[in-house]
């Protein structure tokens, strides 16, 4: 067992978890607010169990997926507006919560939870998918492209995951307003992809032949 990966995969999530209920719970001004702990269940849970599969069964993959450290300073600008998005979306909620200013209905909470959780599913496809998976920007040594399955349909299928991940998530949290805020995400998303195709073109293999084979980056006939 790899201990290192171990103890970097568990503090990494334990400090996830407490740095998301800070961002709830500290403006909601009380732990008694049944979205945010709704949320952190449909978020906290699959990705526990996520991180034991990859860590038993590609603990390389589990790596990549660990390292945050962006080296393209384009990207560095899309994380850092990227984070600000998500840190006022989540301070937001808590707000909203806090002071009543708009419930949704029980229908739209329960809908956005069952897709939130549909696309964490197909996340995870996406990472049995393409083991060379990293959350930065960059080509690692012997890298092929992956053109079949989602990559088939899509070029990049773990942005569609994540852009309705992200939408779902203020409506998980009982929150309007985090998801007029969320919705500047897929605006960020535009601007990495466009970056992350430059590199893959220069530096990857049959890149530039891929994206002649499949025309959608995020959406089949629409994006």
């Not at 334990?14 to 049944?34: D, E």
């Not at 990857?204 to 994006?223: A, D, H, Q, R």
């Amino acid at each position: 067992m790899d201990k290192e990966l171990f103890f970097q995969a568990i503090s990494k999530f334990f400090l996830g978890l407490i740095i998301i209920i800070l961002l709830l719970f500290i403006p909601a001004g009380t732990l008694n607010y049944p979205n945010g702990w709704l949320f952190i269940a449909l978020l906290f849970i699959p990705m526990f169990i996520a991180g034991i599969i990859m860590f038993i069964k590609s603990p390389a993959l589990l790596k990549r997926r660990l390292n945050a450290k962006e080296e393209e300073n384009e990207q560095k600008i899309v994380i850092l507006i990227s984070g600000a998005i998500f840190l006022f979306a989540f301070i937001v909620a808590g707000l909203n919560f806090r002071f009543g200013w708009i419930k949704l209905p029980q229908t739209i909470i329960m809908i956005a939870s069952i897709i939130f959780l549909l696309s964490y599913i197909m996340y995870g496809e996406v990472l049995r998918e393409n083991m060379y998976l990293s959350r930065t920007v960059e080509v690692t040594e012997n890298q092929k492209v992956i053109d079949s399955g989602l990559y088939g349909l899509v070029r990049h299928p773990m942005y569609t995951s994540t852009i309705f991940l992200f939408l779902s998530m203020p409506l998980v949290l009982d929150s309007l307003f985090s998801f007029i805020i969320m919705l500047t995400y897929p605006i960020i998303i535009f601007f990495r992809i466009r970056n992350e195709e430059k590199v893959l073109e220069n530096e990857l293999e049959g890149y530039s032949e891929y994206k002649e084979k499949v025309k959608y980056k995020i959406i089949p006939f629409i994006w």
